[in-house]
């Protein structure tokens, strides 16, 4: 007699075309078998994100202290409102006294990383723990997934990635004209221009490694070969890629600088390094 291979379950049965019943999920009582301390990045994320929300709420709705010639702050840049300081951008509008200029503006840059592939995975795991860790459970009983409101709004990122480019512009605008002194007169150079400087390049390197630039630069491509000039650009978009979590943690924490070094500019707590 021959011993027979016991049969698997799940499987389709020889000659018949069954299937039969899968077996459950294993049930595992631990909320996770890891024994390394995988709490320790989203939690890292969560503080120093709630920092950056305070500091940067209390900085807009602050409505001060955001220009010191010739340097303004990225959080008030374009200052389109007859009340801003300094003359860095043509004011288009007289808005009431009591709103600060930078709620009109930080709508797009706070829309453009709420809506960004990499911070999606951040706060995701970390504020929704959906899932806190690889290999680690959900608190969550069902997940939908981006299908419904308000995550839904998180298809418009590719139109925040549009309107960030225009602010990316303004921004290095601002960075140039950081070459002028008090006078206006060009052939400045401080500390306060290296600073500025620095928070337009790399802004430029967070955005232009966005998945939505790569795939506006080179999706929707059958050939390659037939497009030799855009797969160049989709091949130098796809290493920056590869580092678009680095770039979205380097430029948030640049922007929050640069704001904070004009901050100490403009209450004269401390004076700008000048080169030149």
Not at 31 to 55: M, N, S
Not at 251 to 257: D, H, M, P
Request: charged residues 15%; aromatic residues 16%.
């Amino acid at each position: 007699m021959t011993a027979t291979a016991p049969r698997r379950t799940g499987a389709v049965t020889p000659g018949r075309g069954t299937t039969e019943t899968p077996p459950r999920r294993a049930a595992i009582a631990a909320r996770t078998l890891r024994t390394d301390r995988w709490w320790l990045q989203p939690l890292v994320t969560v503080v120093v994100l709630v920092l950056f929300i305070a500091y940067s709420t209390v900085r807009a709705f602050q409505n001060a202290h955001y220009f010191s010639e010739p340097y303004i702050s990225p959080f008030y840049s374009p200052c389109i409102t007859t009340d801003c300081e300094g003359d860095t951008f043509p004011e288009l509008f007289t808005g009431p006294s009591w709103i600060s200029p930078a709620i009109y503006i930080l709508v797009i840059p706070l829309g453009f990383r709420l809506t960004c592939y990499y911070y999606r995975k951040a706060y995701y795991r970390s504020f929704w723990q959906s899932p806190p860790a690889c290999a680690v459970a959900e608190p969550h009983r069902r997940y939908t997934g981006e299908t419904r409101l308000p995550l839904l709004g998180q298809n418009l990122h590719r139109y925040f990635f549009y309107a960030g480019l225009v602010f990316n512009v303004i921004l290095t605008y601002d960075a140039v004209l950081a070459f002028r002194d008090e006078t206006g007169a060009w052939g400045h150079m401080g500390l306060g221009t290296l600073v500025l400087l620095a928070n337009a390049a790399l802004l430029w390197l967070y955005s232009v490694s966005c998945h939505s630039c790569r795939h506006i630069v080179g999706g929707r491509l059958n050939s390659f070969s037939r497009h030799p000039l855009r797969y160049r650009f989709w091949t130098v978009v796809s290493r920056l890629n590869a580092h678009h979590m680095k770039f979205a943690w380097v430029s948030l924490f640049g922007v929050a600088f640069a704001d904070f070094y004009v901050l100490l500019l403009a209450t004269d707590t401390i004076s700008d390094l000048r080169f030149f």
